[in-house]
């Protein structure tokens, strides 16, 4: 049997403030609706034509939802990686109704904030592999090369396990 992925990435605006909710147990879910654009050039007029695509994006991964929280704003420019996932529920009426949404589950997803968020000067990103604070541990090299200053993780999950970093695998 062969593997699957289920990876979406994409790099759009936010059309909104991001809707943030509290679940029962307290946990963050942070929901995003993001346009990307498809742009193509008119064969018989020659002039410029673009179409906007909109994109619900759901971060259940906490770290990643605090930063969407507290740094986006509408018109930010991101980018995301995801997984793509479709919900279904039944109305009172007994209609079947689908929503295919991108999702940034815990301990999975990338953010990246491009621009026109709280900090229009930096770019942040920030992965699956952080703290909860947010900051970026994936590699110091990156950080500095921009001239940022992220305050990086010290290599623990967010339950406070050792996590090895691509150049400590042994393959």
Request: aromatic share 6%; glycine share 10%.
């Amino acid at each position: 049997m062969m593997g699957t992925i289920n990876r979406v990435t994409i790099v759009g605006n936010l059309g909104s403030d991001p809707e943030v909710r509290t679940t029962n147990t307290g946990a963050l879910v942070v929901s995003l609706s993001v346009a990307t654009s498809d742009n193509w050039t008119d064969k018989q007029t020659g002039e410029k034509r673009q179409r906007p695509e909109w994109h619900r994006v759901v971060i259940f991964n906490q770290g990643l939802a605090k930063i969407a929280r507290d740094y986006l704003r509408k018109g930010a420019q991101v980018y995301l990686e995801g997984q793509l996932q479709t919900r279904k529920w039944i109305t009172e009426d007994g209609q079947d109704h689908y929503s295919t949404e991108i999702t940034l589950q815990p301990y999975h997803g990338v953010l990246t904030l491009l621009g026109g968020g709280k900090s229009e000067d930096s770019s942040d990103q920030i992965s699956d592999q952080h703290n909860d604070t947010g900051t970026q541990s994936d590699n110091a090299d990156s950080s500095q090369t921009n001239g940022m200053s992220n305050g990086l993780a010290d290599g623990t999950t967010d339950n406070g396990t050792s996590m090895a970093h691509d150049d400590q695998i042994p393959y």
